[in-house]
């Protein structure tokens, strides 16, 4: 496969098979119709994903093994060593090196090793993002490709978020080729919520902490969660990789088959034109076919699943987005940092006191850097430089150090 991955044209719908199941039926169907699905996810079934291949090479093939003990990802909360961490990651990749042949190996494009990991504090993730990073790089001495986190529906939470994306695990997914795994489905919200609730109107707030995000036109707490992460590290300036929705629902979790089928459809063609929009989503699959789950099993909506996916084969999806130019810290022998003086600044004199000041309006100000250095604002990572405030304040003549986010430009 090539990297970064996107779904240029088509739908983003995919299938998800538990244990057995129609997949290669669903495959087969779609090729006899023109058109391919653009990724299909296994569980315990790597024969599946065998057929599949052999149907469609260009589909991009999703396997996850079980692992009942680890494969939640528990005791991050605790807090626990690299090393214990180091065993996880090396515990569930040789997993699938011994449950899986080198045939079967070559036909899966992405490896889930872990499943719905819930962490239930902002440091307990800054772990789950370390387990991660150990899961790359064991997999990848085994040439394996994974996707990382495969998070529970309806989280994490807004800190949550951004105390990941302060890790620098997503620089090492892109480094590794890796994908994003998160799971959305509507989960704890009344049996006849609609598909958009809190669709552009709702912020997601931490119930233990009370951070709260912002409000986006495009992101809802329930579908389309992840583009609360996909603001944030936009605003961090951020590079992610491709997110796969490897597990999802439109009906409220337990009530799929009370719903008429002409309402799931509705569901189902209102989220993949959303979808549609986003470069960064590649795929979205209804959980489940197969086995087990027969409150949630998919089946009989697949005939019309298949004349979606015809309807819109042609329809083009929007790219990836370009991330505005970074600012990294820079250095400090010779750069200035510009800052916007229509917006209060964040501003900091030496350790511990912080304070905003509204700048004049008249016109940016710059101030030559001494020193740069990453570091946190509540919860928000970011760059800090230390500047020369050239009689501004007035009242001010100490060196100050302000915040990336009151930063527009560098000037060298």
């Not at 058109?35 to 994903?49: E, H, R």
């Not at 964040?346 to 101030?367: C, H, K, V």
Request: net charge negative; glycine share 8%.
């Amino acid at each position: 496969m090539s990297y970064p991955e996107v779904i240029s044209t088509g739908s983003k719908g995919g299938i998800h098979s538990n244990r057995e199941g129609p997949l290669a039926d669903y495959m087969r169907a779609a090729q006899a119709r023109g058109f391919k699905f653009g990724s299909v996810k296994a569980v315990d079934n790597l024969g599946l994903l065998l057929e599949a291949k052999g149907i469609e090479p260009q589909t991009i093939t999703i396997a996850r093994l079980g692992h009942a003990e680890l494969e939640a990802a528990p005791g991050m909360d605790g807090l626990p060593s690299d090393e214990v961490l180091r065993n996880m990651a090396a515990t569930l990749v040789m997993q699938v090196m011994n449950r899986s042949s080198q045939h079967e190996r070559d036909n899966v494009d992405l490896w889930e090793l872990w499943n719905e990991p819930r962490p239930h504090t902002v440091a307990g993730y800054v772990k789950l993002a370390r387990l991660m990073e150990f899961s790359m790089e064991i997999a990848a001495q085994h040439n394996l490709r994974i996707a990382i986190f495969s998070l529970n529906a309806g989280t994490p939470e807004w800190d949550e978020y951004l105390a990941i994306l302060g890790t620098g695990v997503m620089q090492k997914a892109m480094q590794h080729h890796a994908w994003i795994a998160l799971h959305e489905s509507l989960v704890g919200v009344p049996a006849n919520a609609p598909v958009d609730v809190g669709f552009g109107t709702s912020s997601i707030t931490n119930p233990y902490t009370g951070a709260t995000s912002p409000v986006f036109a495009d992101a809802g707490p329930y579908l389309f969660r992840y583009r609360f992460l996909l603001h944030a590290a936009r605003e961090l300036r951020i590079e992610l990789p491709p997110i796969t929705i490897s597990e999802w629902g439109c009906i409220p979790q337990g009530h799929l088959h009370s719903f008429p089928d002409e309402e799931v459809m509705r569901r189902f063609g209102w989220y993949d034109a959303e979808a549609s929009r986003d470069g960064h989503n590649v795929g979205f699959h209804p959980f489940t076919v197969g086995q087990d789950w027969d409150s949630e099993r998919w089946e009989r909506y697949y005939p019309a699943i298949l004349n979606h996916l015809d309807s819109v084969k042609t329809r083009v999806n929007a790219p990836r987005q370009t991330l505005p130019s970074p600012l990294p810290p820079p250095k400090p022998e010779f750069a200035k940092v510009r800052v916007n003086a229509a917006r209060k600044w964040n501003l900091r004199i030496g350790p511990g006191t912080q304070f905003e000041i509204g700048g004049a309006a008249s016109s940016d100000t710059i101030f030559p850097v001494l020193e740069s250095v990453w570091g946190r604002t509540g919860t928000r990572v970011e760059a800090w430089y230390l500047v020369m405030p050239q009689g501004y304040p007035p009242t001010l003549t100490a060196p100050l150090w302000i915040a990336s986010s009151a930063v527009t430009a560098l000037d060298f």
